[in-house]
């Protein structure tokens, strides 16, 4: 069996998508998602120009070795363009074994070690009680894990809560160029601690909450954040602080229990080596579009298990369905499985394009036996949403200084 042709697609059904067709001599096709959110055009000449030339001819077959190639024998190493390049390809070899196989890329991984994948759904809300409004519908519909986001008083736009914009692309205008947000540490700080306290005197302690700092607090603002939320008993803080410097988690860890975790934007296992390997985390976050693919978070998956880490990998909405497939394989397979984060399945034009199997049942995915990833890729739906430039906003303090995003 051999390689004969790589197809790249972008499309836009509100986000964009980057996403992978490898098709083989024998007419078998796998499919993977290379989605850097703002860098689409990035990763996709990496692929056309440098990554699909060198596999035509290939075997699909030989997973582990393209990667290695792909990884190893470029001068150029890591890096989100490269690593979601391989992610892609990747996913696609798992997706074509599989279809081989006549199995899902579960079964191949080692088989189940769950009946469901955990789910915890989004609350974003206007201010607090709009949150735990929006929390009580998820609670409703049977999830037992829930993100709480809340505007921050006297902020104009607050991370993740879009206020009357139904999306980036509106947030952004016609320019379009990156949208920006206002930061206040201490704004934050007077309405963060209210969130939680409200929400554990209305839901009670049943049910796990997190939170996303996105990054915007220091070590040590980070520290005292999770202390003082340490009484409303948080499933996870989630990118407290950015952890370019590894070392500088010691200070978040080493002032609190409430558990940690981070990786989104990682893209090797290098870049959590010594966060696992010291017990500074308790989830690792990374996504298989970003950090190499399913080969790659299979081996950052059982590194973790060694130190107690958690998986709970990053499940935005930037993610197409193919690499939420992907974590869908890894999470019922996984035997150090924590949580995948989940925003529902899209709107009309991404479910037009995207088609998968799996159902929500009570908070949890189920997944289906389909052969390989199980999501089908709508060429001809896809087209009909092409590219669109979009940026994510950047993040200013109140007197004009740019901020960790
Ligand atoms: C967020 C993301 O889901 C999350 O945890 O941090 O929404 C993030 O902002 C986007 O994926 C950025 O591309
Ligand atoms: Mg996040």
Redesign the pocket.
């Known amino acids: 069996m051999k390689i004969q042709e790589i197809k790249v697609f972008v499309c836009s059904p509100g986000r964009n998508f980057v996403t992978v067709k490898v098709i083989t001599d024998e007419g078998t096709y796998g499919l993977g998602d290379a989605t850097v ?2 860098r689409e055009m990035a990763v996709v000449a990496y692929l056309e120009e440098h990554v699909a030339p060198c596999l035509i001819g290939r075997d699909p077959q030989e997973i582990e070795d393209i990667w290695q190639y792909l990884y190893k024998g470029v001068y150029w190493r890591k890096g989100p363009i490269t690593m979601a390049a391989i992610a892609a390809i990747d996913m696609a070899l798992w997706d074509i074994k599989g279809k081989i196989a006549n199995l899902p890329v579960y079964q191949l991984l080692g088989g189940k070690s769950r009946k469901g994948v955990t789910f915890y759904a989004h609350a974003n809300g206007e201010n607090i009680d709009d949150t735990l409004d929006k929390a009580q519908e998820h609670i409703e519909n049977g999830f037992k894990a829930i ?1 709480l986001q809340s505007a921050i008083p006297g902020l104009k736009v607050t ?2 809560v879009l206020g009357d914009k139904k999306d980036y692309f509106e947030l952004q205008g016609s320019r379009p160029l990156p949208p920006e947000e206002e930061w206040s540490t201490a704004k934050y700080f007077n309405s963060i601690v209210e969130l939680f306290k409200k929400a554990r005197e209305r839901f009670g302690y049943d049910v796990h909450f997190t939170h ?1 700092v ?1 990054s915007r607090l220091t070590p040590i603002e980070a520290a005292k954040l999770g202390k003082l939320l340490e009484p409303y008993n948080l499933l996870f803080l ?2 407290a602080a950015i952890a370019e410097n590894q070392d500088s988690y010691k200070i978040v860890r080493h002032h609190t229990t409430t558990p940690l975790a981070i990786g ?1 934007t990682y893209n090797t296992i290098w870049d959590c080596k010594d966060l696992i390997q010291n017990q500074l985390i308790d989830y690792i ?1 990374v996504a298989a579009t970003h950090a190499g693919g399913i080969t790659a978070l299979k081996r950052i998956t059982d590194f973790a298990s060694v130190y107690n880490v958690k998986t709970a990998p ?6 197409s369905p193919v690499c939420f497939a992907a974590h869908m394989h890894l999470n019922i397979w996984a035997p150090n499985f924590g949580i995948q ?1 989940f ?1 529902g399945f899209g709107n009309e034009g991404l479910n037009r394009i995207f088609k998968h199997k799996f159902t929500v049942e009570n908070g949890m995915g189920m997944m289906s036996e389909a052969p390989g990833l199980g999501v089908e890729f709508d060429e001809a739906a896809a087209a009909e949403y092409p590219y669109k430039r979009s940026y ?1 906003p950047v993040s200013r303090l109140e007197d004009g200084t740019l901020w960790n995003w």
């Open positions: 959110n703002g993100r991370y993740g996303d996105h989630e990118d989104e976050r990053h499940g935005a909405p930037d993610l984060e925003v994510l």
